[in-house]
């Protein structure tokens, strides 16, 4: 079990940044991918950003290619997720989750440890 919380979430104006973080309480850590999800109300939760265990590759859904960037520090168990340039659009909870088997998966049940989730709320 990977216990993961999530952090940096908040009220900001569209144009502004946030970057999120998401600390993992095992040194096993490094050896597993990393997710970001999202999920706005009355809708499914959603891909957002993927990274390697070592950093390798990274993935974007569309929506937010050029605007976040994913890494992660496995030193510190953290992964973040810098987000640029923010729209109302991007308003959700955003969970970050664990790919124990590195499968570079775009969708949730591939992903076996889940954090509680930060709100990330952008007016317009």
């Known amino acids: 079990q990977v216990h993961l919380v999530e952090s940096g979430g908040g009220l900001v104006q569209a144009g502004a940044s946030l970057r999120l973080s998401c600390a993992a309480s095992?040194?096993?850590?490094?050896?597993?991918?990393m997710g970001w999800f999202r999920q706005a109300p009355g809708k499914e939760r959603e891909f957002v950003a993927g990274?390697?265990?070592?950093?390798?590759?990274?993935s974007y859904t569309d929506s937010v290619k050029g605007r976040f960037t994913i890494s992660r520090d496995n030193a510190k168990n953290t992964v973040y997720l810098q987000m640029n340039s923010l729209k109302p659009e991007d308003t959700a909870v955003y969970y970050c989750?664990?790919?124990?088997?590195?499968?570079?998966?775009?969708?949730?049940?591939?992903?076996?440890?889940w954090g509680q989730g930060t709100q990330v709320t952008v007016s317009s």
């Open positions: 989750a664990v790919d124990r088997f590195n499968r570079g998966s775009k969708y949730s049940q591939d992903y076996d440890y």
């Open positions: 095992e040194r096993s850590f490094s050896y597993y991918a």
């Open positions: 990274v390697g265990r070592s950093s390798s590759w990274t």
